[in-house]
């Protein structure tokens, strides 16, 4: 376990912290790893209330950290893991700064139902944005759902989920509590990405946010969200 960055370099800022990630990132690529896309973290409130984080932030997502539903999931591989049932969003064109709820719809292929696998690297208790951010967002990996849908072709905000552990309900959520409308994260994510210089292409996965607060899951849980229409995405840690 890191320990908190903020401790070690009292003065360390948002920007600093981006460009902490902006490295990790540019080492990963270089040692091979494909980027796929990006996720937002801390978009609801239940999310900044169960971290003590007031501000949205977002993360890089590799290859190597996407599995499909129903997927066996090496637990040891994450550091402080958690489950958080969310949306993701496959884009087609570019989506750049400004963008509006509309012009994210207008760019997505499909979106489908998710769950991020948060892993924490850096010491949690005390930490801030600033640590959070240099630990890429939390992002450990995301189980994706078969269920693809066009955006047009469902009311996003209302779409709702249910997120069983071992059979036993823990939470539940509608997308909504995602900034009012899931698509809203995306264009947050183009605005911020323009400030370093960056902007969502086309071909890019992005995980748009939780609807639901983290649930903590041991070697031999299994975690189930079922979206109702949009289907379920489930994984078991081994």
């Given amino acids: 376990m890191v320990p908190l960055l903020t401790v070690r370099h009292p003065g360390m800022t948002v920007d600093d912290a981006y460009a902490v990630q902006g490295e990790w990132r540019r080492r ?15 978009t609801s409130k239940v999310m900044q209330a169960a971290t003590g984080i007031d501000e949205p932030d977002y993360g890089a997502i590799f290859e190597d950290m996407v599995f499909p539903s129903g997927a066996e999931i090496e637990h040891g591989r994450f550091s402080n893991v958690r489950i958080e ?18 012009d994210v719809l207008r760019a997505t292929e499909y979106v489908v139902p998710a769950l991020e696998i948060l892993s924490s690297r850096i010491e949690m208790a005390g930490r801030t944005i600033v640590d959070t951010i240099s630990d890429n967002a ?31 309900i823990e939470e539940s959520g509608v997308a909504a509590a ?3 409308h899931p698509a809203r994260g995306v264009a ?7 400030q370093h210089g960056e902007r969502l292409e ?14 903590w899951v041991h070697p031999g849980d299994t ?5 109702r229409e949009q289907g379920t995405v489930s994984c078991r840690f081994v």
């Avoid at 091979?32 to 896309?37: C, I, K, N, S």
């Avoid at 049932?85 to 509309?102: C, I, K, N, Q, S």
């Avoid at 072709?153 to 779409?159: K, M, T």
């Fill in 188 to 194: 947050w994510l183009a605005d911020k990405l323009a």
């Fill in 85 to 102: 049932v969310e949306l993701a969003f496959r884009l087609a064109e570019p989506v750049g700064p400004g963008a509006t709820d509309d």
């Fill in 28 to 42: 990963a690529i270089g040692a091979g790893r494909r980027p796929v896309g990006r996720k937002i973290g801390l």
């Fill in 223 to 227: 975690v189930l969200a079922d979206f």
């Fill in 138 to 168: 939390a992002m450990g990996g995301m189980v994706v759902g078969d269920t693809r849908v066009r955006p047009g072709d469902v009311d996003l905000p209302w779409v709702c989920a249910v997120l069983r552990r071992n059979g036993t």
């Fill in 202 to 215: 086309a071909g890019e996965l992005v995980l748009a946010g939780s609807f639901t607060r983290p649930v």
């Fill in 178 to 180: 995602v900034l009012d």
